[in-house]
């Protein structure tokens, strides 16, 4: 098991770490960067060695209720490890998952040109959720999605360039 100063050494070693002292001579170590309301990734570090890193949002850690890990019988490489994942998993948050209807928006690219036999032109944008088909500066139909969209242009004769 580490000592107080041992594990102290190590969490100091992080550069991105601030170092605020608490009561009964416990330390908290802070991530003023962190993109969540945590900041608190090192919490009351005891001098009998005892302390908690937050790893709510790690996986594969023994988490208590309020996302900490024991880290009394860290070893260095442990300790280390944990403490880089923690800083990691409060510098971003993960990219929401798209849902399908945003996903073939992405695809379907919002600015679209659709031509007709006449070479006609139409524009396709997607503004403020919903479709709209231009002719030049003129609005000629708006749709909720973009394959009510197409299905129209192509019963009118257009296909997209």
Known sequence: ????EQKLEIITSFPEL?????????????YADSVYDRKNVVYHLHPN???????ALLSGYDIDDKGLVNIRSLDEPALRT??????????????????????RRQRANSDQQWV???SQTLQV???EDTWMI?????????????????EYLEEEGFSRE
């Open 1 to 4: 098991m580490l000592t107080f």
């Open 18 to 30: 601030e170092r605020s002292d608490v009561s009964l001579g416990r330390v908290n170590f802070q």
């Open 49 to 55: 060695g005892n302390g908690f890193v937050y790893a």
């Open 82 to 103: 944990l403490i880089a994942e923690a800083i990691k998993s409060l510098s971003f948050k993960p990219e929401v998952p798209l849902t399908r209807s945003q996903r």
């Open 116 to 118: 007709n036999e006449d």
């Open 125 to 127: 944008r997607f503004e």
């Open 134 to 150: 231009y002719e030049g500066l003129n609005l000629e139909m708006a749709f909720e999605t973009y394959e009510e969209a197409v």
